[in-house]
């Protein structure tokens, strides 16, 4: 066995990226640009109003006391106008400036007396309110940077720039396959010895609710052979492969065993915390395959803790749990050799987390409510109110 942090480090010396694709600028939100996107064009392309009031020559506000205001300019005037000495124009926010003019006087700031424009903003200064050429960013410059993942804004920005398709990573296709005799789907009766299967709602939920949504899921037979081929066949067409159940090393446990018949790379097997010890995680090629215990509470907490790493290491995201300190509101005690990862709640006003009641790997009453894990090392066995302790946020 190896500890959580040996764990996380191999993920990320031995998992590598995808491939890139080109998608429309309006379906790449979350994503990670797989390369420096350089601006087309200069941002504004044209001198241009900031506010809402009256255009002019600043000097010659100097030399008079009040200019003629001879036109007015709208936002997407595409006439270009040109003012003479001692004249001004009535402009709107970005509208372009004039011919001959240079600053703009706020309009709370002014005063009309028919056409006759006088300032009353005594510490105006020169080229005040007027947006200059590539005054955003400039035509060949780096808009946004490699690796960069696309949030709301960045596309908005792209956007300003003209800009209609960004290359980037792409995300992974990815296979839920579930082991268990004993599941029985939802929305069907019971029979005796069965249980409701739930994993696959929960990591479709928890995988959607981050972006990722190629997402097949697949029911195999606990028999070697039929889990096997069910590997096999996935991956051939899967850049992320996902177990529940079958890793441990009961008798009808055949994932580890399928694994080694399709030559997958056996990167660790068997983790120092709890829940979720016989997490398995594999590569060959470039798919990936994780192994998760079969426990609902297991598979959610190793999928936040492992799976969220590999898939940033996927497609260059940013999925981890957030990770803070906060006071522990209720004492914990445990076993020494194992991280735990208990079920929590934290409250963002006092900086305080409380242990959940129901920490059993079988119950997802807590995980209901829950809001965040508290880690507690293995090195421990204790812990104390008020004691700072390691919280990840999801």
């Given at each position: 066995?190896?500890?959580?942090?040996?764990?996380?480090?191999?993920?990320?010396?031995?998992?590598?990226?995808?491939?890139?694709?080109?998608?429309?600028?309006?379906?790449?939100?979350?994503?990670?640009?797989?390369?420096?996107?350089?601006?087309?064009?200069?941002?504004?392309?044209?001198?241009?109003?900031?506010?809402?009031?009256?255009?002019?020559?600043?000097?010659?506000?100097?030399?008079?006391?009040?200019?003629?205001?001879?036109?007015?300019?709208?936002?997407?005037?595409?006439?270009?106008?040109?003012?003479?000495?001692?004249?001004?124009?009535?402009?709107?926010?970005?509208?372009?400036?004039?011919?001959?003019?240079?600053?703009?006087?706020?309009?709370?700031?002014?005063?009309?007396?028919?056409?006759?424009?006088?300032?009353?903003?005594?510490?105006?200064?020169?080229?005040?309110?007027?947006?200059?050429?590539?005054?955003?960013?400039?035509?060949?410059?780096?808009?946004?940077?490699?690796?960069?993942?696309?949030?709301?804004?960045?596309?908005?920005?792209?956007?300003?720039?003209?800009?209609?398709?960004?290359?980037?990573?792409?995300?992974?296709?990815?296979?839920?396959?579930?082991?268990?005799?004993?599941?029985?789907?939802?929305?069907?009766?019971?029979?005796?010895?069965?249980?409701?299967?739930?994993?696959?709602?929960?990591?479709?939920?928890?995988?959607?609710?981050?972006?990722?949504?190629?997402?097949?899921?697949?029911?195999?037979?606990?028999?070697?052979?039929?889990?096997?081929?069910?590997?096999?066949?996935?991956?051939?067409?899967?850049?992320?492969?996902?177990?529940?159940?079958?890793?441990?090393?009961?008798?009808?446990?055949?994932?580890?065993?399928?694994?080694?018949?399709?030559?997958?790379?056996?990167?660790?097997?068997?983790?120092?915390?709890?829940?979720?010890?016989?997490?398995?995680?594999?590569?060959?090629?470039?798919?990936?395959?994780?192994?998760?215990?079969?426990?609902?509470?297991?598979?959610?907490?190793?999928?936040?803790?492992?799976?969220?790493?590999?898939?940033?290491?996927l497609c260059k995201t940013n999925n981890v749990p957030k990770l803070i300190q906060a006071n522990l509101s209720n004492a914990y005690k445990k076993p020494l050799g194992?991280?735990?990862?208990?079920?929590?709640?934290?409250?963002?006003?006092?900086?305080?987390?409380?242990?959940?009641?129901?920490?059993?790997?079988?119950?997802?009453?807590?995980?209901?409510?829950?809001?965040?894990?508290?880690?507690?090392?293995?090195?421990?066995?204790?812990?104390?109110?008020?004691?700072?302790?390691?919280?990840?946020?999801?």
């Amino acid at each position: 066995m190896i500890s959580v942090e040996e764990a996380k480090s191999i993920i990320r010396a031995n998992i590598s990226a995808l491939d890139a694709i080109q998608l429309n600028l309006d379906d790449a939100v979350g994503f990670a640009l797989h390369e420096d996107v350089i601006s087309p064009i200069d941002m504004p392309s044209f001198v241009q109003s900031s506010m809402d009031g009256y255009a002019f020559a600043f000097d010659d506000v100097l030399s008079t006391q009040g200019l003629k205001v001879t036109h007015t300019i709208q936002a997407g005037a595409s006439d270009v106008l040109e003012i003479k000495k001692n004249e001004a124009v009535r402009i709107f926010t970005g509208a372009p400036l004039p011919k001959g003019a240079d600053t703009v006087l706020m309009q709370e700031k002014a005063k009309l007396d028919s056409d006759q424009l006088f300032v009353l903003d005594e510490r105006l200064q020169k080229c005040a309110n007027a947006r200059s050429i590539g005054a955003d960013i400039q035509k060949g410059a780096i808009a946004i940077k490699k690796n960069t993942i696309l949030t709301p804004g960045a596309i908005g920005f792209l956007a300003s720039l003209g800009i209609t398709q960004v290359t980037v990573v792409r995300k992974p296709s990815i296979c839920i396959i579930l082991t268990g005799n004993e599941l029985q789907d939802i929305g069907k009766q019971l029979s005796t010895g069965q249980i409701y299967e739930s994993n696959s709602h929960t990591l479709r939920s928890a995988l959607r609710n981050i972006g990722f949504n190629n997402i097949s899921v697949v029911k195999v037979e606990d028999e070697l052979a039929s889990v096997a081929t069910c590997l096999k066949n996935a991956l051939e067409k899967f850049d992320l492969i996902i177990f529940t159940g079958g890793i441990s090393v009961g008798d009808y446990d055949f994932v580890l065993e399928a694994c080694q018949q399709n030559n997958i790379e056996q990167l660790f097997h068997k983790v120092k915390q709890k829940p979720g010890k016989p997490l398995y995680i594999g590569k060959k090629e470039n798919t990936v395959v994780c192994a998760l215990p079969g426990n609902p509470a297991s598979v959610l907490s190793c999928f936040y803790h492992y799976v969220t790493i590999v898939l940033d290491q996927l497609c260059k995201t940013n999925n981890v749990p957030k990770l803070i300190q906060a006071n522990l509101s209720n004492a914990y005690k445990k076993p020494l050799g194992l991280t735990h990862f208990l079920k929590g709640m934290y409250d963002f006003k006092n900086n305080k987390v409380t242990i959940l009641d129901g920490q059993e790997s079988f119950k997802m009453s807590a995980f209901a409510i829950a809001n965040c894990f508290i880690e507690l090392p293995e090195t421990i066995t204790e812990v104390q109110i008020g004691q700072l302790v390691k919280v990840h946020l999801f």
